[in-house]
């Protein structure tokens, strides 16, 4: 559960005022930069070119699940800041890719190998290890997601009060062939006192997060397919 304590910790550090991204921002005109901002992610981490590849010109690819992270041509404002492998897993059997959207969202999605299990038991295993781990967060209601391509992606929510800004974390997984995809996406909400352009950035920011899962999941079936 790392990307849960990471995407956490980074919303805080965004409510407090500090910036979480050194990454260049995905509208960048110049895709030849951004693919060697993603190599150098890849070149930094110890194996990194065993479980990541650039994968033609906007994308990173996690070799052996298929998964790709867009660094060139997601959502408007939105930047990969960093690319992780799992310490304690097989090499290439878990890896995560952070994000930053609209300056707002701090959302990691993380792929492991996790055969024989389904997508509602490692859900109920995220949603226990949150509120465990933070006191006072409260789960709250979210739409579920729907895609005629994969098995159930479950879904859920919880609001974490703070003094300096509640913060929202949106928890999402689904299972593709015995690969398991997990969104964790947190930011801190907007209130009535916020700029109205804050207001819509965090809006529009939440759908895009909560989305994030989908492209994702679809790219480790299709890659099972080839």
Known sequence: ?????????LASCAANGQSTSGAPTNNSKNETSAAAFAQAMIDKIENGNLVFEISGKDSVRH?????ICSFAKAPPRSAL?????SRDM???DGVSCYYKILDI???????SRKPGQDSAKIIADMKKDILESYTGIKPVEYQSLNNNRL??????AFILPRDDGDIKTILSTTMVGGWSIEVVAAFRLADSADPPELIMAQR??????ALWILP??????EASQH
Request: hydrophobic share 65%; aromatic share 0%.
């Open 105 to 111: 969202v701090n959302l990691a999605i993380e792929v």
């Open 204 to 209: 529009m920011g939440e759908t895009i997060a």
């Open 1 to 9: 559960m790392v990307a849960i304590a990471a995407a956490m910790a």
């Open 216 to 221: 994702a999941a679809v790219s480790v079936l």
């Open 151 to 156: 098995g159930p992606v479950e879904v859920a």
């Open 81 to 85: 800041t960093r690319l992780e492998i």
């Open 90 to 92: 097989p090499i290439g």
């Open 63 to 67: 070799i052996q699940s298929g998964m």
